[in-house]
């Protein structure tokens, strides 16, 4: 792993909405950031979807848990941790993450499973979807 992988990767785990307005020290002005519910570029796109998440999660943790990295390639390995409507919301996940020549990053693209992690946990879309995995897992 190179000095700006281990840099970034540190900056993510320590994130909070203050250190939020140092991330075009680790960003280029066009990244790309894509997630389950986003697919942004630009840096100030990419900090108004960070910002949002501090807006609505309490005690946001992510923890790299294994890192990866070949050249430009880095793909870490994460745990996520906060709080949502007052209880505990946790899952795991996978970025992968291309650095430029210069070491920051120009694209972070975020994999997890936003149907079990996240869509599952409300009231009525959650209850139809824990239904049909049941029905499908069954072969029903």
Not at 6 to 12: F, S, V
Not at 22 to 38: G, H, I, M, Q
């Amino acid at each position: 792993m190179t000095n700006a992988q281990e840099r970034y990767t540190r900056y993510l785990e320590t994130l909070t909405p203050k250190t939020l307005s140092l991330l075009s020290e680790y960003v280029t002005a066009d990244v790309r950031f894509k997630d389950p519910f986003n697919d942004v570029r630009g840096v100030d796109e990419m900090a108004r979807v960070f910002n949002e998440m501090f807006c609505k999660l309490g005690n946001v943790s992510f923890r790299a848990v294994h890192i990866n990295s070949n050249d430009n390639i880095c793909i870490i390995v994460w745990n996520f941790e906060a709080t949502l409507r007052q209880k505990s919301w946790k899952f795991d996940g996978t970025s992968v993450i291309t650095f430029n020549s210069d070491g920051r990053v120009n694209e972070h693209i975020d994999h997890w499973d936003a149907a079990s992690n996240f869509y599952e946990h409300l009231p009525v879309i959650g209850w139809l979807l824990r239904s049909l995995r049941r029905y499908i897992a069954n072969g029903s």
